[in-house]
Nanobody, 125 residues
Framework: QVQLAESGGGLVQAGGSLRLSCAAS????????VAWFRQAPGKEREFVAA????????YYSHSVKGRFTISRDNAKNTVYLQMNSLKPEDTAVYYC??????????????????WGQGTQVTGSS
């Protein structure tokens, strides 16, 4: 069992940066693949990025590749999402999710078992 809690959201101007954190509690967090998803008003939840259990492999959606970076510190039970060059279309509630039985290329939200409560990111033009 893993509990996840996101933080770091806020309002940022277009072109700015923000770093989200996903803090985990529970055993063996370092064994889990962790992903970030986002959901804008009226839209479906979409995959953003994922990182392997050890942190050596990452995978990004086309819309954020080159602007966002996912990383993790297993000693701190935390996964990060560094967001640079933010655009108004990045506005959404951002969620972290974790599971043992997915791949970093698993982009379907229903495949992930554990979810945080979400944090709002608003990019202003």
């Amino acid at each position: 069992q893993v509990q996840l809690a996101e933080s770091g959201g806020g309002l940022v101007q277009a072109g700015g940066s923000l770093r989200l954190s996903c803090a985990a509690s529970g055993r063996a967090f370092s064994s889990y693949i962790v992903a970030w998803f986002r959901q804008a008003p009226g839209k479906e939840r979409e995959f953003v990025a994922a990182i392997s259990a050890g942190g050596g492999s990452t995978y990004y959606s086309h819309s954020v590749k080159g602007r966002f970076t996912i990383s993790r510190d297993n000693a701190k039970n935390t996964v990060y999402l560094q967001m640079n060059s933010l655009k108004p279309e990045d506005t959404a509630v951002y969620y972290c999710a974790a599971d043992l039985r997915v791949l970093i290329t698993t982009t379907t939200p229903s495949r992930y078992t554990y979810w945080g409560q979400g944090t709002q990111v608003t990019g202003s033009s």
